[in-house]
């Protein structure tokens, strides 16, 4: 849960992000705290992905601040700045696993990469990782084309919490899920993030999501930040996109199914 008396571990302040004569970003603020879980939405093109590379430094901005941990991540060295990369895990759209890897690998290679380990060692954390995220023993061995769309979803997840990171940054998990799937990651997610101490960067359009896990949500709109608060304070934002978003046939839907109580 948020806890705003804390120093946040991301604060983004002013930041500007241009394609051409294209702004995408003017002046955005936000603030991720230990141990929430932010959930990010916006309408097509409002920037989602683009904040969340530019927070990981996977995107040069044009303006602004980003402080991850206290310090800049773009005024770093090298050595410095991998030091404080390796405290956060990201999962991207559609996995991005290695396909000419196994599973089993594609989780090793960062623990390889980063730390030194043996490669018989890595892999024995691999299947721990693995385990983990409630991917069955034999889907180590396979490639990511002989998984279904949710065991390569996991999978992803368990390389980026290959090194322990503090910082989970999720684009799009649930995309492409069936709604049983999406479900049982939404609750794997809070499950790891209690388990764990994790902190989560939650970019998504999964109402459900953000009814199920998020502590927060922040709604980009207008080139910014234009709320970002828990889901009450953001539902009764007077702005056209929140009330067709939040109040519309789907997101009442997800807002009632979320009310329910759950069955013991």
């Known amino acids: 849960m948020v806890n705003a008396d804390q120093n946040p571990l991301i604060r983004v302040r002013g930041l500007v992000n241009r394609f051409g004569s294209l702004t995408v970003h003017e002046n955005l603020d936000l603030d991720l705290f230990p141990g929430e879980i932010l959930g990010v939405v916006g309408g097509s093109g409002t920037g989602k992905s683009v904040l969340l590379r530019s927070i990981v430094g996977l995107h040069r901005f044009n303006g602004g601040t980003v402080e991850v941990f206290g310090e800049q991540l773009d005024r770093l060295s090298p050595s410095r700045r991998s030091e404080i990369e390796r405290r956060f895990g990201v999962l991207f759209q559609r996995g991005a696993l290695f396909t000419s890897l196994t599973v089993q690998e594609n989780v090793a290679l960062p623990l390889i990469e980063h730390t030194g380990l043996p490669r018989h060692d890595a892999e024995h954390l691999a299947r721990l990782k693995l385990a983990l995220t409630g991917l069955p ?3 180590a061995l396979k490639f990511p084309a002989e998984l279904s769309g949710g065991m390569v979803k996991r999978a992803a997840l368990a390389r980026a919490l290959a090194l322990d ?11 492409g899920l069936d709604p049983i799937g999406a479900a049982a990651f939404d609750r794997l997610i809070m499950t790891l993030r209690d388990a764990l101490g994790l902190s989560v960067f939650l970019v998504t359009h999964d109402l459900d999501t953000l009814y199920t896990t998020c502590d927060r949500v922040a709604v980009l709109a207008r080139r910014r930040v234009l709320v970002a608060d828990r889901l009450a304070v953001v539902e009764a934002t007077d702005d056209d996109w929140i009330r067709e978003y939040f109040h519309g046939p789907r997101g009442r839907a997800a807002y009632q199914a ?6 013991t």
């Open 137 to 139: 023993p034999e889907a």
């Open 165 to 175: 990171p503090e910082i989970l940054f999720l684009d799009e998990p649930t995309a």
């Open 258 to 263: 979320n009310q329910l109580p759950q069955e």
